[in-house]
């Protein structure tokens, strides 16, 4: 029996890490697909960003409510996972509670039953803060929860990575009180643990009058359930908006160091400018190869915006903070964080399939963000502001934008004007240079003493 | 009665000439040189200066747009001829400190030019005011017209969010002895005024709603009866929020730069 057990969680081990791991390397081989960008610099600097903001959380606690729920959750996924390595070691060498053994003494030490304790607290936190949160997307109905994009499957996908983690809590806590039956009825296999107080009051109750065949079958299944649930969770979530879990971390390490307001400068118009007002530049050998201007299509973003979209856990806080979308425009940064991934999805689909030069004929600005979208930004950086995972949707705006501008010259009638003004008399408005000036003759004037432009 | 001194405001071109350096550069911006409103910021700023005792030159007809709007639309070439004909003159001058009153010209010149060769030291005109007051340079002791006066402040996204600026004007409407209150939304949480992005310069998108009018009715909110902007383009917006709303007789849109100015009854 022991045997076959351990044979099937091989098995079903292997096979996880397998799915889990080819999806991780698409993920990989699909944000890659994206333009290379030096994000290498500064790594103290990097650690640290890592360290606050994904580590510890601190940009979550601009909203205290749900930044206490989401770190009881948070620390419960890093500490439970201690418990899923005990699983794992348990589950090939066909021990049970392999930790308990080799912490010492249970009752001499009394850390093992610590820990067990702890997990329980957290797996009850972590059941409570799930329950919250949802209630909070489908009966309070928080407003950033909802909007256009938030269509059938971001939802479905939302509440059943809820489901998942509170009925995973609950196959520990219910594992846990079976065991502690048969502890205390000397069933041989069931290695003493302490008191585990969360199941012990809580899901033990309702096993007492159970018989020990039964609390044993119990015991078992949630066991594998849980275990089982995890691997299958794993893989779950690297096809969900959950990826944050992991990508938080690299994508705040990686994140931009540089002030907000500056945009990320276009070199191979910096050569070409230089050229045309004679201005002499450093010659680079490498021939430079002709690339489209600005972003069509998520090719032509970095690397980085790709990472954000697959980062993204469409909470919904830069929309809530957008003011085009707050005042009834089309925009939406989650939007556009969740139409880029979806994009790079069916590009890494179609090039699984049909190979690297397999085309679509769609493009992620036309089929996927509109023009109306992006017009409709202020590059106001709240967006950005308000992301817990640095994830940055103006950058992209940006980049669709200088496409449109450059490449297809379809910037709005008002934009195109405001580029002929520029360029005949240096100024967005329509005044002659010749006019800049004019508004010193006014210096003087509330002491009636006009003095002349040029003394 | 003291008199009013005579204002001017030197050209680089005419201080080279006398072979003279000024402490800083004042940047005007297309809005300071053209828009009629903002002209009256431009002059306001000059005054204080001038009472201050601060050396500074301006390039008069030879300067021109940053290319903040190009570039903000996408147009990166325009954007690039922009920036390479301003440094050009910039450093030709050998400028090294430049005061901004636009949040937008102050961004891009600070953040952007050094990527095209152009690095100078660059401060918004709020903090530069605030440094003056700080030294002693601006004395504020004398001018108490604005006390107790009820003033919100609007954060321009380019001057807070992008730059992080969000103490000096609001330290400025403190040192009026004003009573500064705040929107639900400001500092880093502060809401755009729909202008920024090249929006300025093009009809907003559909929608239910215009933002500057979004934005005025939360200034509006705080009863306060002069809402202080830092930049050119909130204030066009916040203005026309107040007109959209009839509320122009009672609530006054004004730069920090003219409520100092005014405090001292300049």
Known sequence: MIVFQQVSFLIVLVLGAYFFFRRVMRIRNNILMGQNEDRTDQPTKRLRSMLLIAFGQKKMFKKPIPALLHLMVYVGFLVINIEVLEFILDGISGNHRTFAGLLGNVRLTGVYTIALNIFEFLALAVIISCLFFLIRRNIYKVNRFGGLEMTNWPKLDANLILIFEIVLMFAILTMNAADQILQSRDVAGFPTTGFMGFSGFLVMPLFQSMDSGMLIAIERIAWWLHIIGIFAFAIYVTYSKHLHIFLAFPNTYYSNLMPVGKIKNMPEVTKEVNMMMGIPTEETDSPTEIKRLGAKDVRDLSWKNLMDAYTCTECGRCTAECPANQTGKKLSPRKIMMDTRDRVESLGDLFAKQGKEADDGKSLLGDFISKEEIFACTSCNACVEACPVMIDPLSIILQLRRYMSMEESSAPADWNAMFANMETSFSPWKFPPSDRFKWADDLNDQSGQKSPQNP | ?266
Not at chain 2, 27 to 47: L, M, N, P, Q, S
């Open chain 2, 1 to 266: 009665m003291v008199e009013k001194p005579t204002y001017s405001a030197p050209t680089m071109a005419e201080l080279a000439q006398k072979g003279e350096t000024p402490e800083v550069l004042l940047w005007i911006g297309c809005a300071g040189a053209f828009d009629e409103r903002y002209k009256k910021v431009t002059i306001a700023f000059i005054k204080i200066l001038t009472v201050a005792g601060v050396k500074f030159g301006v390039l008069g007809e030879e300067e021109s747009c940053t290319g903040d709007p190009a570039r903000r639309a996408g147009n990166e070439f325009l954007f690039q001829m922009q920036a390479a004909a301003n440094i050009q003159i910039l450093n030709g001058y050998g400028i090294k400190k430049i005061i901004a009153a636009c949040p937008h010209c102050f961004n891009t010149i600070k953040n952007e030019y050094p990527d095209f060769g152009g690095s100078y030291e660059v401060l918004h005109h709020s903090e530069f005011l605030q440094e003056l007051i700080e030294t002693g340079q601006l004395k504020m002791e004398d001018g108490d017209s604005l006390k107790n006066e009820k003033i919100t402040y609007h954060d321009s996204c380019y001057l807070g969010r992008s730059n992080q600026v969000y103490d000096a004007p609001r330290q400025l409407i403190e040192s009026l002895q004003a009573d500064l209150v705040e929107m639900e939304r400001h500092r880093q949480n502060g809401f755009c005024c729909g202008a920024g992005g090249a929006q300025m310069f093009k009809e907003p998108e559909k929608g239910a709603k215009d933002i500057n009018v979004d934005r005025t009715e939360e200034a509006l909110e705080t009863h306060a009866k002069i809402i202080a902007t830092a930049c050119p383009f909130c204030m066009t917006m916040m203005s026309d929020g107040v007109k959209n709303k009839e509320q122009e007789e009672e609530v006054k849109v004004m730069d920090i730069a003219e409520l100092i100015a005014k405090s001292k009854n300049l």
